[in-house]
């Protein structure tokens, strides 16, 4: 019982806190299905030091959701920029490769969108230090 404070006098936090404590002693582990683990420490491997088993369920329920968890300091923010502009093939090299006319036809101008994403670091962080995430680019064709 953990209601009673240091001087023996009863702490009401503690003894209300106590109505809605579990001793683990007396419970089990479960599944997220709700089927009964004895153990959750180890996994289904082949053989002694083989790889683990897709058969183990568990194990793969465990890595599964550890995977999905969301930890605040590392959701990244995206920032980025992006530039319109025109391309212009300088000749018909690429005529053997493809028929696309925007690539074929020397001086077609085709608009065209690049976007550039990159992630932000935390606060205070230097602006100069980015990790390039990717890139699109888009024509905008006939």
Do not use: C, W
Not at 47 to 66: C, I, M, N, S
Request: hydrophobic share 35%.
């Amino acid at each position: 019982m953990r209601g009673i404070a240091v001087n023996n006098t009863p702490n009401p936090k503690q003894q209300q806190l106590d109505n809605a404590r579990v001793d683990n002693a007396k419970g089990y582990l479960t599944t997220q299905q709700g089927v009964r683990v004895d153990h959750t420490d180890d996994a289904l491997t082949a053989g002694e030091r083989g790889p683990t088993l897709l058969e183990d369920f568990h194990a793969r329920e465990k890595v599964t959701h550890f995977d999905h968890e969301r930890i605040p300091e590392r959701v990244v923010h995206a920032r980025g920029a992006g530039a319109y502009g025109h391309f212009a093939p300088y000749d018909d090299g690429l005529a053997d490769f493809t028929a696309a006319k925007f690539l074929t036809t020397p001086g077609l101008r085709t608009p065209v969108f690049v976007r550039f994403s990159t992630v932000a670091g935390s606060r205070g962080s230097a602006d100069t230090v980015r990790d390039v995430r990717g890139f699109a680019t888009k024509f905008y064709t006939e």
